[in-house]
């Protein structure tokens, strides 16, 4: 899994490519708190565009993203889900706590 990160204003922008996954988890969750924190971001938007797995490991990495950002006043989204990836956050039930959006842009409109 491979991280690339952008600013604008006070929300951060995750973009994550690869597999979201056992493997990868514990990896993405660290450098994204670290980046929160750095930047003291008050908004994060994770990209799932590059993203082409994600298992119950992934689901863990955004709920806990999800109540870091809420503990701290902030809110989460994700943008760009593909058909398979969205299949998990449907059936996790993901997307009745947390929005999603078509790509990066409208999410900046409306978080």
Do not use: P, W
């Not at 922008?13 to 994204?32: M, P, W």
């Not at 750095?38 to 990209?47: G, H, S, W, Y």
């Not at 943008?79 to 706590?97: P, Q, T």
Request: hydrophobic share 40%.
């Amino acid at each position: 899994m491979y991280l690339k990160f952008e600013k604008s204003n006070n929300t951060l922008i995750a973009n994550l490519i690869g597999e979201l996954d056992h493997h990868s988890a514990e990896e993405v969750r660290a450098k994204i708190d670290d980046r929160i924190e750095r930047e003291n971001a008050q908004r994060l938007i994770l990209n799932f565009g590059g993203v082409t797995f994600m298992d119950s490991s992934g689901i863990g990495v955004v709920v806990g993203r999800f109540k870091k950002m809420t503990s701290r006043g902030g809110a989460l989204c994700v943008v760009d889900v593909s058909r398979g990836v969205n299949r998990v956050f449907e059936l996790s039930g993901l997307f009745k706590i947390i929005n999603h959006y078509r790509d990066v842009d409208e999410a900046l409109k409306c978080i």
